[in-house]
């Protein structure tokens, strides 16, 4: 019997494909993706990793034993040490002040915030859900964009780093651990947590979107 995970990504496949087939993705399959649509995307990623690290200090307080803090203080180390400094490393490389782009346009904020508020108010299964509709999401269409060549060696890094087995393991234990969580839950948590993923998916695709805009 297919665990919770592989039920959430049958039932939103729609959603899912919408991503995974979304113009910025697309535009990176074929080495067209704008210099500055991928600059303006850098400072809206660069801000929400910075949130990322909120939303799994929340999971880490919220985790039912230490196994599991101990998994999720690594994914922490991860972003604060590795991802954060690839963007300070990269901003710099590429002349990009943050402080000059528009950074609160509205699909930006709801995805932000939208994240926050809702692992705040949230459980542990919230959480898990939260973090796995984005980073499974991410990994699926950086793994099949990966063997595309790209001119811009700051953006095929990127995919890169989002297509390895380290980002992959994340993933796979996020995915996991919501079949995990699963388990326990009678229908009507299961059917909220499908309710929380499908906004996951579709914050996601408008926040991939504004990087387009003016």
């Known amino acids: 019997m297919a665990g919770f995970s592989e039920q959430l990504l049958a039932e939103h496949q729609v959603t899912w494909q919408a991503m995974q087939q979304h113009r910025f993705v697309v535009d990176i399959e074929h080495d067209r993706l704008p210099a500055r649509v991928f600059d303006q995307y850098l400072v809206f990623e660069g801000d929400f990793v910075a949130t990322a690290i909120s939303i799994f200090a929340l999971a880490v307080s919220k985790a039912p034993d230490i ?3 101990r998994w999720l203080v690594g994914v922490l180390n991860a972003l604060v040490n ?3 400094g690839y963007f300070e490393q ?3 490389r590429r002349g990009i002040d943050p402080d000059r782009y528009p950074r609160n346009l509205p699909a930006v904020s ?3 915030d939208g994240m926050l508020a809702a692992a705040r108010q949230g459980d542990y299964a919230d959480i898990i859900t939260l973090m796995f509709g984005a980073e499974w999401m991410y990994f699926s269409w950086c793994r099949r964009v990966n063997a595309c060549v790209s001119t811009d060696t700051d953006l095929r890094h990127w995919v890169d780093m989002h297509a390895q087995e380290a ?3 994340q993933a796979r234990w996020l995915k996991d651990e919501l079949d995990t969580c699963a388990e326990s839950l009678p229908p ?3 059917q909220r947590l499908s309710i929380l993923y499908r906004q996951v998916l579709e914050w996601e695709i ?3 979107s504004a990087a387009y805009e003016e």
């Open 67 to 69: 196994r599991r803090q």
């Open 82 to 84: 590795e991802q954060m």
């Open 90 to 92: 990269v901003l710099a």
């Open 110 to 112: 709801r995805f932000r």
């Open 167 to 169: 980002f992959f393991a």
């Open 188 to 190: 009507g948590e299961l």
């Open 206 to 208: 408008d926040f991939h």
